[in-house]
């Protein structure tokens, strides 16, 4: 199997624009998760998935966050308007069951809104 | 709310030198895992332990889950300059499916 896929794995953008960031977990994993790493903040849940359906989006930043799962294949992340508060990595990961199983990791976007 | 803090957060030795990182927290986890992450790429899981009292060996590396499963600690024996990278505790809770992360200790081991 590829891993996890995320793509783009480098995004620079100006204040204000959208930004979608994707990510593609491994096949058949029930569970998805989108991370934002920072210095200060380290790494962060944001929201995650189970079977496509939103489970718990209580880390989402604010209304300008948003995240979609279409199919058990693609997931998304998407900014609107962006700041450049929100530059940091974010990583995308899945895992097979609730079953402390191993939980993979994606090689992350690095965003830089400036 | 920073549920888990790690310490220490910096960590520099020179190659050969043992030492142990600390993850502790006022909750109970039903599991702890340890994730090693180096620059550019995600974290990648280490070990997983899910009893009190737990120990697990991964060769020179030694994990620990407290009794209470609120505490975890990673000792490392005869530190290599292939272990350099940030290491990261997470506390998972059987009834969800999140994992929490700490802010991770960023060891650097020196030839």
Redesign the interface.
Known sequence: DAG?IQSPRHEVTEMGQEVTLRCKPISGHD?L?W?RQTMMR????LI?F?NNVP??DSGMPEDRFSAKMPNASFSTLKIQPSEPRDSAVY?C?S?QS?N?E???????TRLLVL | TQLLEQSPQFLSIQEGENLTVYCNSSSVFSSLQWYRQEPGEGPVLLVTVVTGGEVKKLKRLTFQFGDARKDSSLHITAAQPGDTGLYLCAGGYSNTGKLIFGQGTTLQVKP
Do not use: K
């Open positions: 996890v569970y998760f991370y380290g790494l962060e849940l995650y189970n489970i718990d990583f990961a895992r609730i402390w191993t939980q993979y990791f994606g090689p992350g």
